[in-house]
């Protein structure tokens, strides 16, 4: 097997491929190479939900690269391409026993950062928990396990000014790093979680090999939107809770970013949130009126107006991009709503799905061969 690996996080229960269109006929589905060992979200499992992978690739040896996904209140994960196990990290502890505890969210990577104890390769979580971001350094060959904590002791809350704002949990949740090509410098772009707020993070060398990272700016999304026939929209949601964002990813080739939002649709600006953000395709439930029942904790929806989009069903969740060389490829959307996946060419806003799937909590990822997706992609 090789790097070529597209990793996908769901329930481990296998669903058939749905029939919801592609011009003709069933979507492609493509069948997972190997999984991993399955995840429980109880106490008995150490409350690990599978939810976000990154790829670390191995280049001096591809056919050794790793797989750093989180499991959220369970903490990392690390699996090699045949899906084994290799490392687990547990989140860390709140400051105190009434505290919210650590909760891995996403992860990111960055390549050859410069430290203190020279450049380093770092897998970057957010720490919902803790509203905080957090760093490992990545030795595929270290004796203890291929990651090893590196975040500086003082970093500070990335959103939050108490512990007593961190406990409401509207901390750090979706996440993407960037270097920028013109000055070297690194950046994490995190959400926040309930909010549409975004902020970008410059990543900081700290002392004796650590990492910290430093506020830049903040962009805020909308949370009501003006509709073609004159109303105002906003998504249905818990009592203030606005639409938040988890994906997104930017694109190395032009520093553009793209940001999913979940109940509204997938966003483009560029990574150092100084230009307006556009909206470049929205999930099917756009501009859907729906009233939020406090019983049910549900929202249920009235008349579609017909003003949303053909290819995601909310939420969003994750974005990636697919690089075949010169500027070329897709970028991925994970529609969770109808366990599909979109694709959009990089150049022409066009794509078409393939599915993944879903009584404890149990998750895991499931390994897929790129290549096999790219192919039902052409066919």
């Known amino acids: ?68 996904a989180t499991a959220k209140q369970g903490g990392l994960r690390v699996y090699d391409l045949g899906a084994r196990q290799v490392q687990a990290l547990p989140a860390p502890s709140g400051p105190g026993p009434d505290d919210s505890p650590g909760r891995f969210n996403n992860v990111d990577l960055v390549h050859r950062m410069r430290l203190s104890a020279g450049r380093a390769d770092l897998a970057v979580v957010t720490d919902r928990g803790n509203d905080r971001l957090r760093f490992y350094r990545v030795d595929r060959d270290r004796p203890g396990g291929p990651l090893t904590d590196v975040t500086a002791p003082t970093v500070p809350p990335v959103f939050s000014a108490s512990q007593e704002e961190i406990n409401d949990q509207r901390t750090a949740y979706g996440l993407a790093t960037w270097t920028d090509k013109a000055t070297g410098r690194s950046y994490s772009l995190v959400s926040r979680r309930h909010e549409t707020r975004l902020a970008l993070l410059e990543l900081t060398a700290a002392p004796g090999g650590t990492v910290g990272y430093r506020l830049v700016r903040t962009l805020d999304l909308p949370s009501s939107f003006r509709l073609p026939n004159g109303t105002s929209w906003s998504p249905c949601g818990e009592p203030g809770e606005r639409p938040q964002v988890e994906g997104m990813v930017v694109d190395p080739a032009d520093g553009t970013l793209y940001a999913g939002q979940e109940d509204v649709g997938i966003w483009r600006m560029r990574a150092d949130l100084t230009s307006a953000p556009v909206l470049v395709d929205r999930v099917r439930e756009y501009g859907v009126p729906a009233t939020y029942d406090e019983n049910t904790e549900e929202c249920t929806p009235g008349a579609d107006p017909g003003f949303g989009g053909r290819r995601l069903s909310a939420d969003v969740e994750g974005l990636t991009l697919v690089d075949e060389g010169d500027g070329d490829g897709y970028l991925m959307a994970s529609s969770q709503g109808d366990n599909t996946f979109a694709f959009y060419d990089r150049e022409h806003k066009d794509g078409h799905d393939a599915p993944e799937d879903g009584p404890r909590t149990a998750t895991g990822f499931k390994f897929v061969d790129l290549g096999k997706v790219l192919d039902a992609l052409d066919d």
């Open 1 to 68: 097997m090789t790097a070529a690996l597209a990793v996908l996080a769901g329930l481990t229960a296998a669903a058939p491929a749905t029939a919801q269109g592609r011009k003709s006929g069933p979507l492609p589905a493509v069948t997972p190479v190997a999984q991993t060992a399955t995840l429980f979200d109880d106490e008995e499992g150490g409350n690990a939900n599978a939810d976000d992978p990154a790829i670390w690739r191995n280049s001096a040896d591809p056919d050794r690269s790793l797989v750093v």
